[in-house]
């Protein structure tokens, strides 16, 4: 495994965990804002490209979508 192999899999791992994170505090005030964050930071390095920064914002949006529409139907 080369050197930017390690850092992407090092910044896939960061992200994730900051997404599981995300979703543990749900509903707090900036919930989303370190993994926003390191999916911003990790792009910026280039240890992810433009699909996945893309793909990880959109899953947060997705996370946030699911939750707002559970409140609503909980209504």
Do not use: P
């Not at 911003?40 to 280039?46: E, G, Q």
């Amino acid at each position: 495994m080369n050197i930017a192999q390690r850092d992407h899999q090092i910044a896939v791992g960061w992200i994730e965990a900051e997404i599981e994170n995300l979703i543990r505090d749900l509903g707090k005030e900036n919930a989303s804002a370190a993994a926003r964050s390191c999916i911003t930071l990790a792009f910026m390095l280039r240890a992810i490209d433009e699909a996945e920064h893309r793909h990880y914002q959109a899953r947060i949006d997705q996370i946030y979508a699911k939750h707002n529409a559970s409140i609503v139907s909980a209504a």
